[in-house]
């Protein structure tokens, strides 16, 4: 689809021929002849580009691009001027307008400038949906009273300069709340870099935060920036900082303290500006108490604490939850949603979830692949959580072995498990009566048949 382009010039004959010309070029062009009709336009049917004259009558055009920046913030606007000055074309920036160009107009100029705009808004709308795209895999989700708890703090907390630690158990979603502290702070424009402490081994951590010079050890083939240079002008997310041994805390500390640090074999002192926010799921009061956390470093961390909740003491946002997961990975696997019905449903919601939200994160992944029809059974949802569901709901002895943990070959050969097992329960629920149980799984008795036959499900009527 090529790009739409809009003009407006009180100048009937500049209309004309940068109309033409535009045109040519293979894009669909419009004209105004005043600010008021652009502005119309814009009501109707926003373009990706406009070239707007400086000097018209009733309203002029940096007026008008005022008032289509309000309405279209995101308007990609070239302004252009026969009486310019350094001055109209500064204030013409400032509200917004991506170039400005004097007459008389080169129309070689013009298409030239108007490619390089509509690159720049193409990039710009790429970005603006990648960083929607990327919100939206972060974005906290629920309305229980302790969710909307959480979103005070954070909102509160995240204007200031203030450091935050972040406490909950495994699986909470701390990272979220650091990535939405990051997002409602002035350093929002700035990177956000998460460093699992846990998982960098002491030896290469201080290297990992610091950066290392070019041969200051082993293996140190070129100069490295640490996290701490990474991050600057943003925020550094030290996650699982209670696993950090008790000499890289010292690091960190001072880090903490001076804004500034020296890279592993080097002497020059590095100076970031960086908001530093930290998580645990260790009660560091304790380890304080057994010597392996320092004090002073949690006073500096522990500014503004905040605690993530257990999925378990906010059941209510399970719906909402189980839902947000599967569009996210219908998106990025291409496949289409699935419907949960009400019993299971009541199965997750009746779970404790011992792995809180990542473990419903990848259950859903699960079952999205694994469930062959459109809609998830609350048979299917209690055999994937193995009969560890509490409540009215019970889980099926068959569940036992929790087919959705096991390792098979291929997707397909982890379908075929699942359908069998699946078929074996309803004959048996059925007592082997083949047409029940075609009625049961709305399928075709013929259907039941070949499936059967196919997936070699064993037939042992009850006698």
């Avoid at 569940?399 to 050969?413: F, G, I």
């Amino acid at each position: 689809m090529s790009a739409s382009i809009l003009i407006v010039d009180d100048e009937e004959a500049i209309r004309t021929s940068l109309r033409s010309i535009l045109e040519d070029e293979g894009y669909e062009v419009a004209v105004a002849g005043t600010g008021l009709e652009a502005l119309k336009i814009y009501g109707t049917d926003p373009p990706d580009l406009m070239i707007l004259d400086i000097w018209m009558p009733e309203m002029d055009g940096l007026e008008t691009l005022r008032r289509v920046k309000e309405f279209v913030p995101t308007t990609q606007v070239m302004m252009i001027s026969g009486h310019g000055s350094i001055e109209t074309a500064v204030k013409a920036i400032k509200l917004g307008a991506y170039d400005y160009i004097e007459k008389p107009l080169s129309l070689e100029n013009v298409t030239f400038r108007v490619k390089q705009a509509l690159e720049q808004y193409r990039l710009a709308q790429e970005n603006r949906a990648l960083r929607s795209k990327v919100e939206r895999k972060f974005e906290l989700v629920g309305q229980s009273p302790v969710m909307q708890r959480l979103r005070e703090l954070i909102e509160t907390a995240g204007p200031t300069n203030s450091r935050v630690l972040i406490g909950g158990e495994n699986g909470t979603g701390k990272e979220l709340v650091a990535r939405a502290i990051h997002l409602h702070s002035t350093r929002s424009e700035h990177p956000f870099v998460a460093v699992n402490c846990a998982a960098i081994p002491e030896t290469l951590i201080e290297s990992e935060l610091f950066g290392h010079e070019k041969g200051s050890f082993t293996g140190a083939i070129s100069m490295k920036r640490g996290q701490f240079e990474q991050a600057n002008g943003g925020t550094l997310f030290l996650d699982e900082i209670g696993d950090m041994s008790l000499s890289t805390q010292a690091k960190v500390l001072r880090a903490l303290q001076e804004q500034q640090f020296t890279r592993v074999g080097g002497t020059k002192l590095m100076k970031v500006d960086v908001r530093v926010l930290a998580a645990s799921n260790k009660d560091l009061e304790k380890e304080i108490g057994k010597g392996q956390f320092r004090e002073d470093l949690y006073y500096r961390l522990n500014v503004v604490p905040i605690v993530v909740p257990p999925l378990r003491e906010r059941r209510e946002d399970i719906p909402a939850l189980v839902q947000h997961f599967m569009k996210l990975h219908a998106e990025e696997q291409g496949l289409r949603m699935k419907d949960v019905s009400l019993e299971a449903m009541g199965v997750f919601q009746q779970y404790d979830w011992p792995g809180n939200i990542r473990e419903l994160r990848n259950l859903i992944e699960r079952l999205m692949i694994m469930v062959p029809g459109f809609t998830i059974e609350a048979a299917q949802a209690t055999l994937s959580l193995q009969g560890r569901t509490t409540g009215a709901v019970s889980a099926s002895p068959s569940a036992a072995p929790l087919l959705l943990n096991k390792s098979y070959d291929s997707l397909r050969d982890a379908r075929n498990a699942f359908e069998k097992d699946y078929i074996s329960r309803k004959l048996r629920e059925h007592h082997w009566n083949i047409s029940r149980t075609a009625d049961d799984l709305k399928i075709e008795r013929s259907h039941l048949h070949r499936k059967i036959k196919l997936l070699d499900v064993e037939m042992r009527p009850e006698g």
